[in-house]
């Protein structure tokens, strides 16, 4: 079982395979079923975060009315095709955001490696996949891929916004999703772990303050942000830029900060955006005025 | 290792809004219900830390409700578990704690009816993940590693070697095993940890046995 990211690359590299390969085979190990059965679960969560992009992208509303409909805006917004960025990084945001719509208003999601960070992943997969156009087995092989370093973040650091903040939720995510986007676009079990790292690296410090204790401000722009973040990673590595500090540092390193984040910052919403005027005084009108007397 | 599979981090599939706060609190009432074996008539469930801070934007309540009724994480009749519990008969009371828990996700849940009651500890440790620490005062050492199984049964001779012998008939591996019981000769529960996945077949195949009086799986 690989313990980290070194060992994972290691395991890849030396046996010529991808990463998603080695999750596969080790999940075979672990729990004993066949390829089949868990190829057949995968493709079961890809279906799920297929539906719910859709789903976000026809356009949702959640219960407070706080979140909602941007993923609509954004659509419309790159079809007149006067955008600055670029199409996929716009259409990989947008699905991000359509996902954490859904998940937002109370829909079906996939946790990728949690809800409140659902979009990233698939947000990105569902981007390139317009451009890259893979096959149904590539597309699964991605969540594996994706799936095998969220594995060592979760085991190694955290992926609770309670435990260790907002960077550990969507900053992981952005992380798994950079390697995933490398590998499918054919570039190397190395190249996946320093987009990883460079994903990573750029959340490190991120703090979860849900407005209201919702998981929707600013839950939902940060998973916009976080899929832009790695898709830009995913681009700096397959040009062939290395992270100075080694992927599984840039882990550690999150783990400590997590470690020493106060809790008014770890999913408490009593700091940082919970704690301005407006993240209170939206609190009082959704739940009343009672509603954040003890923040 | 906290985390053993791969759908630890891709999944669960799940109502939102959050995969600590929706389907972690949504497993944890499950274990109870599972445990208790019958729908309550009431419920009293208090929440700590950051449970007690959030619980009404994450729908943690309405989640842990769910739970009670049954339902699993993916279950669309979450958002209404409330309403549906009301329907059911059931009594449900909240309580924001103040104490500081061990963990930020803490829930603390007793049930019951006429027959009987339960409590217990749940945390939710991330990624819809769950840990009991607590059962009917009973302190759980799970490392939450492992599958695991939380046998109630009739403190009778023959009982604990019958479960085993049931296990190594499928080639189940037990990493660590516990007996606790509060009088001799009365209920009793046995807490087994074990190294591989467990099919219904084989709970079906435990709960027939005899003086066995529930037989729950607590960690996939």
Redesign the interface.
């Known amino acids: 079982?690989f313990?980290n990211v070194a060992e994972l690359v290691q395991l890849a590299e030396s046996q010529q395979i991808k990463i998603a390969e080695v999750?596969i085979q080790?999940?075979m190990e672990?729990?004993?079923?066949s390829r089949d059965e868990?190829f057949a679960?995968?493709e079961?969560?890809l279906q799920?975060m297929e539906q719910a992009v859709e789903k976000g992208l026809a356009g949702v509303s959640s219960h407070s009315g706080l979140t909602g409909g941007d993923a609509v805006l954004l659509q419309a917004y790159i079809r007149q095709g006067r955008f600055l960025s670029g199409e996929t990084i716009l259409d990989a945001v947008s699905k991000a955001v359509a996902t954490n719509e859904?998940?937002?208003?109370?829909?079906?999601?996939?946790?990728?490696?949690?809800?409140?960070s659902?979009g990233v992943?698939p947000g990105t997969l569902f981007a390139v996949k317009e451009k890259l156009h893979p096959t149904r087995e590539q597309m699964i092989e991605f969540?594996?891929t994706?799936?095998?370093f969220?594995?060592v973040v979760?085991?190694n650091a955290?992926?609770?916004?309670?435990?260790g903040g907002c960077q550990?939720e969507v900053g992981s995510a952005a992380g798994?999703a950079a390697a995933a986007l490398v590998e499918m676009a054919g570039g190397t079990p190395s190249q996946a772990a320093e987009a990883m790292a460079i994903a990573l690296k750029n959340m490190l410090g991120l703090v979860c303050d849900?407005v209201?204790?919702?998981?929707?401000v600013p839950c939902v722009k940060r998973n916009a942000m976080g899929a832009a973040n790695a898709m830009v990673a995913a681009d700096m590595a397959l040009a062939g830029i290395k992270s100075r500090i080694p992927c599984d540092e840039v882990i550690e390193a999150m783990y400590r900060i997590g470690e020493a984040m106060p809790?008014a910052l770890?999913?408490?919403?009593?700091g940082g955006l919970a704690a301005t005027p407006t993240g209170r005084a939206l609190a009082a009108k959704i739940?009343g005025v009672s509603?954040n007397s003890?923040g | 290792m906290k985390y053993k599979s791969v759908f630890d981090i891709i999944g669960p599939i799940m109502i939102g809004p959050s995969s600590s706060h929706t389907a972690g609190a949504a497993r944890i009432g499950r274990v109870a219900r599972s445990l208790f074996g019958r729908k309550p008539k009431w419920a009293h469930i208090s929440l700590y830390g950051s449970f007690a801070q959030t619980y009404k934007g994450h729908g943690t309540d309405v989640a842990i409700v769910g739970g009670l009724l049954d339902f699993d994480t993916f279950d669309e009749r979450i958002p209404f578990s409330m309403e549906i519990a009301k329907q059911e008969g059931i009594d449900v009371m909240f309580y924001e704690e103040d104490a500081v828990p061990n963990h930020p996700n803490t829930a603390r849940i007793r049930i019951g009816d006429e027959k009987g009651e339960l409590e217990l500890v749940g945390i939710s440790i991330g990624g819809g993940k769950i840990e009991i620490t607590e059962l009917n005062g009973f302190e759980l050492r799970l490392s939450g590693h492992h599958p695991a199984l939380l046998i109630v049964h009739n403190d009778r001779y023959g009982t604990i070697a019958s479960v085993a012998n049931v296990l190594a008939k499928y080639a189940i591996n037990i990493g660590h095993m516990e007996v606790s019981r509060k009088e001799k000769g009365k209920e009793a529960l046995m807490t087994i940890e074990v190294d591989q996945a467990i099919d219904q077949s084989i709970i079906d195949e435990l709960t027939a046995l005899p003086h066995i009086i529930q037989v729950t799986k607590i960690v996939d």
């Open positions: 079982m313990r999750m080790q999940e672990v729990t004993g079923r868990i679960q995968m079961k969560n799920v859904v998940n937002a208003a109370m829909g079906t999601i996939c946790a990728t490696p949690t809800a409140g659902a992943v969540l594996f994706a799936g095998a969220g594995f979760a085991n955290s992926i609770s916004g309670a435990a550990a798994m849900p209201a204790g919702l998981v929707e809790t770890k999913e408490t919403a009593q739940f509603a003890r």
